[in-house]
């Protein structure tokens, strides 16, 4: 059995592309550009890279981007000025302070800082919580692109057994969360789940995001199963996924590659997010 490569970058350039035309008409229809504002603390270089695709992903979809680049010795009372200041600016829809932050500034007050109306990335605790709602809100970009990755393939994820690995605020969580309000049977593991196979084995979908470089491996996953890897690690200069993904070629039947996979689907829920946000202010 060879599983089916879901590649997250062509079905990325489809969705932007229709984004692109949305915000055009948006454009057209209010003399309004959908502003995305990315705050960089330091130079921490995966960082830089990921700010450098989200601004080529707002050219790609003809909305405005700026980005404000601070030195990493930036104190916390600095940023949550700065991001006070973009709070009340009409001209910004979304903000976005790229994580993680400098050791001394408390991340979880900075998020707490950003208007709920501009946090795009869904991680505020109003956000948070009216996701769990299932209530109009912005979805946290990586979670809801791994729900359109399985989505693309065409099978029904009500009734499926989802087992998801890795229970972060930004990833396992709200995954697990909106895979349940898809009417999957979701089971969460982490690092002090008992035989974690044994789980893995059930999963009719497995979603990973552990940050463990080819950490679930082919006898590990279940015939037949879609599997979504979020991991991005960086063994010998080159990227790769939580997941060996040769061995869940031959047993599974979808996978998601790393690089190509979930990360540009992420940044794609940003720009549908930052153009929700700009619907939002102008309506
Ligand atoms: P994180 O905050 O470090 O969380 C990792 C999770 O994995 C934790 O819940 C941890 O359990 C669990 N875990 C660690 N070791 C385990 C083990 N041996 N068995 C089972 N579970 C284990 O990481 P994250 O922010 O969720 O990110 C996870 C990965 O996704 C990273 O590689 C990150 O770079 C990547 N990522 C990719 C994107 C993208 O757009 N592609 C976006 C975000 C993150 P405990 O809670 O018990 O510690």
């Known amino acids: 059995m060879s599983a089916i490569v879901i590649s997250g970058k062509e079905l990325a350039k489809r969705l932007r592309e229709d984004i692109r035309i949305r915000v055009s008409k948006f454009i057209e229809e209010t003399n309004v550009v959908p502003h995305l504002v990315v705050i960089l603390v330091g130079d921490n ?47 910004v829809h979304g903000i976005l302070v790229q994580l993680p932050l400098p050791k001394h500034i408390d991340e979880q007050k900075i998020i707490n800082t950003i208007s709920v109306e501009k946090d795009v990335d869904g991680f505020s605790p109003v956000n948070v919580g009216k996701m769990v709602l299932n209530e109009e809100c912005f979805l946290p970009c990586t979670p809801a692109g791994v729900i359109k990755m399985i989505k693309e393939t065409g099978i029904e994820i009500a009734g499926k057994h989802a087992v998801v690995i890795g229970r972060s605020n930004i990833v396992g969580k709200p995954v697990s969360q909106l895979l349940l309000q898809e009417n999957a049977t979701v089971t969460i593991c982490h690092s002090r789940t008992i035989d974690l196979k044994h789980h893995t084995l059930q999963a009719d979908i497995l979603v990973v ?7 679930v491996t082919r006898d590990m996953i279940k015939p037949g199963a879609i ?57």
């Open 45 to 91: 270089p995966a960082s830089v890279s990921y700010v450098a695709g989200k601004q080529k992903a707002c050219e790609e979809t003809n909305m405005k981007s700026t980005l404000i680049k601070l030195p990493v010795e930036t104190t916390e009372e600095e940023l949550i000025k700065i991001i006070e200041e973009l709070n009340s600016d009409h001209t």
């Open 209 to 215: 995001a552990i940050g463990k470089p080819k950490f």
């Open 227 to 283: 599997v979504i890897d979020v991991g991005v690690n960086r063994v010998d200069n080159k990227l790769c996924g939580d997941v060996d993904y040769d061995g869940a070629l031959e047993v599974a039947s979808y996978v998601t590659p790393v690089p190509g996979g979930v990360g540009p689907m992420t940044i794609t829920m940003l720009m549908e997010n930052t153009l929700a946000a700009a619907k939002r202010f102008t309506r």
